[in-house]
């Protein structure tokens, strides 16, 4: 599959933006590899060719939202690019591309969190669950749109990761743990 040709449908009008997507994306995709060899070498089965797509379109569903900053000026609010990147992938056919996209914010986001926190995105559990959806969710976190030239630290990562409670620093502490070298 032609991840770019995918990513060019829908942003070709927004340089900057595709840009920045494409960047994340691409340093995303290579930590998301480079896990997915570590797994392989332990004999633990992943389809690598899926985890190069699945990130390259993780973030697919930024372009709705509104984030100035990376510009992004959607009229959703940022949570909610996980969801509508997976909407996008389904109407494009790619069902397990678009479970990646909605599992991928945080270390997931369950059920009860959506009701306890009114997040504006339809009652679901959204944690990852298959590797691959754990590779690209853990991947994803080194990784800023808003500045790109930067690996965010492990201890930036559990700060930010702790804010949303003690559920989501367990599922990203059994991340750690599965990708541990």
């Given at each position: ?12 009008d ?23 060899q ?68 945080g270390s ?15 009652a679901a ?53 599965l990708?541990?070298?």
């Open positions: 599959m032609d991840c770019i040709k995918l990513i060019d449908k829908y942003y070709a927004y340089p900057e933006l595709r840009t920045i997507l494409l960047t994340h994306s691409t340093q995303v995709r290579d930590r998301a590899l480079e896990l997915a570590q797994l392989i070498d332990r004999g633990i089965e992943v389809d690598k060719d899926f985890v190069a797509e699945a990130a390259m379109l993780h973030d697919i569903g930024i372009i709705f939202c509104s984030a100035p900053k990376i510009f992004c000026n959607g009229p959703h609010k940022y949570i909610e690019h996980g969801y509508l990147g997976a909407e996008l992938l389904r109407e494009e056919g790619l069902p397990r591309h678009a479970r990646v996209a909605e599992r991928h914010t997931g986001i369950t059920m009860e969190q959506v009701f306890r926190e009114d997040l504006p995105i339809p559990d959204y944690c990852p669950e298959t590797i691959e959806e754990k590779i690209v969710c853990y991947a994803d976190k080194f990784f800023s749109k808003s500045h790109l030239n930067e690996e965010v630290s492990p201890a930036k990562i559990r700060e930010t990761i702790w804010r949303y409670g003690h559920d989501a620093i367990l599922r990203w502490n059994a991340m750690e743990q990708f541990k070298p």
